[in-house]
Each structure stands twice: as C-alpha cells, then as structure tokens.
C-alpha cells in the first residue's frame, strides 16, 4: 500500500511548515529581546547604566514593537485572504495629515 499526497497539497503542507518555522524563528528572537530588555531594565534600577545600555534597550524595544506589529499582519493576511490576494488600506482621520504632505521615509517606515 502506497501513500500519495497531490501535489498541491504536499505544496500547501510544506507552505505552511515554511510558516511556521518563521514564527518559531521570530518568537525565539522575540524571547531574545525580551530577556535582553529586562536585562537592560534591571541594571537601570541598579543605577548601572550608561547611554549605551539606555540606547540599546530603546533599539531592543522598537524592535520587539516591529516584530509584533510583522506577526499581527502576517496573522491578518494568513489564510483564505491571502491566497484571494487580499491588501490593507490604510487612512487618516481628517484631522491628520494627508499623506502627500508626509515625507517619503516617513510613509515607508509605516510599512517595514
């Protein structure tokens, strides 16, 4: 008896391995961060911080912000919606900025 998966169907398993390596991957890192944060906070509380160690855990925290913000749009465009091609559009309230008056690296720092 043989067992034999379509291959559409080995493609979508190995798709979705794909993924779930990457939130592995990304979770590691993000338990990285956190330590590396805490770390950084419990020496602040010592009085044995410097600039360097301030700057560091300020990186350490806009990178873990980035990270969670990638995993919650991941999870968003997972699935049916992004096999459909589905894409976010994003607006300002009227009493913000127009985004013809943002700067180009500001709305590209929106994205990534």
């Not at 998966?5 to 391995?17: K, Q």
């Not at 990457?22 to 330590?35: G, I, T």
């Not at 906070?41 to 855990?57: P, R, S, V, W």
């Not at 873990?64 to 919650?72: Q, T, V």
Request: proline share 3%.
């Amino acid at each position: 008896m043989q067992f034999c998966v379509p291959r559409a169907r080995s493609n979508e398993i190995l798709t979705d391995l794909a993924d779930t390596t990457k939130v592995v991957d990304n979770l590691k890192y993000l338990r990285y961060k956190a330590e590396e944060a805490k770390l950084i906070t419990q020496l602040a509380e010592m009085d044995a911080i410097n600039y360097g160690l301030f700057k560091q855990a300020y990186n350490a925290s806009v990178d873990l912000s980035k990270l969670m913000d990638r995993y919650e749009m991941s999870k968003l465009l997972s699935g049916p919606y992004d096999a459909d091609g589905a894409c976010i559009v994003i607006t300002a309230h009227k009493k913000f900025w127009h985004a013809s008056e943002l700067p180009k690296s500001v709305i590209l720092d929106l994205y990534y």
